[in-house]
């Protein structure tokens, strides 16, 4: 944590240049109006979100989404996705007041400050979804990057299968990992320079301010390119009709657990400093 403030002071103390600026943000002290900033929240209530049979689990409550009140980042936004339930998600950031569609060419810088837990305590030990650079069908990727949280945070990036024969997971080159425990909050700030050519796009990543180093650590079919450097991948980044982002908890594993999601300072700048600041 004083890695982060450190950091955002150094920013807030130099001007942002004249490009910089905040393309959307969802402010829980602004409203607490769900629609005011996303598409929508996707509470795993419709058949083809099952856990163990087709159509809704009997007697489970569908995901929900409430702004509580935490002791160090004040009013943020809490979604929980209870067990047997397979998705609790944000969905896109395409809300009636603040609203932002991606599209071909766009250079953004997702941040959001992010921590997790269980309703009952219970540890997080099998991979589930925590954010996804979404692609809506037909697609080739289904989702270009996505994190995954097991008691680590892992990042990760789909390579295209232009014939539909090779598997979803398959294709995933774990980018970075590094263990995060639950209740603990953390920086993160993706970019993302959307681009359909294969290595076309751009990704980059910081942890708790620090710009994080990436790299093909876990692969079967598919590997990144690399910056000499290896704090850029060069990877495709736009897929389908669109694109957009999910954060939540989410897949099969998610459904042995009551998760609880948290997310602050949600926002998307056109540079680093825009997104860091204040």
């Given amino acids: 944590m004083k890695k982060i403030i450190a950091f955002m002071t150094f920013v807030a103390l130099n001007a942002l240049p004249a490009s910089a600026?905040?393309?959307?943000?969802?402010?829980?002290?602004?409203?607490?109006?769900?629609?005011?900033?996303?598409?929508r929240l996707d509470d795993g209530n419709y058949p083809q979100d099952y856990c163990v049979v087709k159509?809704?689990?009997?007697?489970?409550?569908?995901?929900?989404?409430?702004?509580?009140?935490?002791e160090t980042q004040g009013k943020v936004w809490k979604i929980n996705?209870?067990?047997?339930?397979?998705?609790?998600?944000?969905?896109?950031?395409?809300?009636?007041v603040n609203s932002l569609s991606p599209k071909e060419g766009d250079d953004i810088y997702i941040a959001w400050n992010w921590k997790i837990d269980t309703q009952d305590g219970a540890q997080i030990d099998k991979e589930?979804?925590?954010?996804?650079?979404?692609?809506?069908?037909?697609?080739?990727?289904?989702?270009?990057?996505?994190?995954?949280?097991?008691?680590?945070?892992?990042l990760n990036a789909f390579g295209p299968d232009y014939e539909g024969r090779k598997?979803?997971?398959?294709?995933?080159?774990?980018?970075?990992?590094?263990?995060?425990?639950?209740?603990?909050?953390?920086?993160?700030v993706v970019r993302i320079k959307v681009d359909k050519d294969d290595f076309g796009g751009l990704v980059e990543f910081w942890f708790n301010?620090?710009?994080?180093?990436?790299?093909?650590?876990?692969s079967k079919l598919y590997r990144v390119k690399l910056s000499d450097d290896k704090m850029t991948v060069f990877h495709r980044t736009n897929d389908?009709?669109?694109?957009?982002?999910?954060?939540?908890?989410?897949n099969k594993k998610s459904c042995q657990?009551?998760?609880?999601a948290y997310f602050h300072n949600m926002r998307v700048g056109t540079s680093l400093a825009s997104v860091i600041a204040n």
Wanted: charged share 30%.
């Fill in 81 to 96: 996705k209870p067990i047997n339930r397979k998705r609790g998600e944000f969905a896109r950031f395409e809300g009636e």
């Fill in 240 to 250: 389908g009709r669109f694109v957009y982002p999910k954060w939540g908890a989410y």
């Fill in 21 to 39: 600026e905040i393309l959307w943000s969802a402010d829980p002290n602004v409203s607490e109006k769900v629609s005011d900033y996303f598409k």
């Fill in 167 to 188: 598997n979803q997971f398959a294709r995933r080159s774990v980018l970075w990992r590094k263990a995060v425990p639950q209740n603990e909050w953390v920086s993160l």
């Fill in 257 to 260: 657990y009551n998760v609880n």
């Fill in 128 to 154: 589930i979804t925590v954010f996804q650079w979404k692609s809506a069908s037909p697609h080739d990727q289904n989702y270009p990057l996505n994190m995954e949280y097991d008691g680590d945070l892992t």
């Fill in 209 to 218: 301010g620090e710009k994080q180093p990436l790299d093909n650590l876990k």
């Fill in 55 to 70: 159509g809704d689990e009997k007697g489970v409550t569908p995901s929900s989404v409430e702004v509580v009140d935490d």
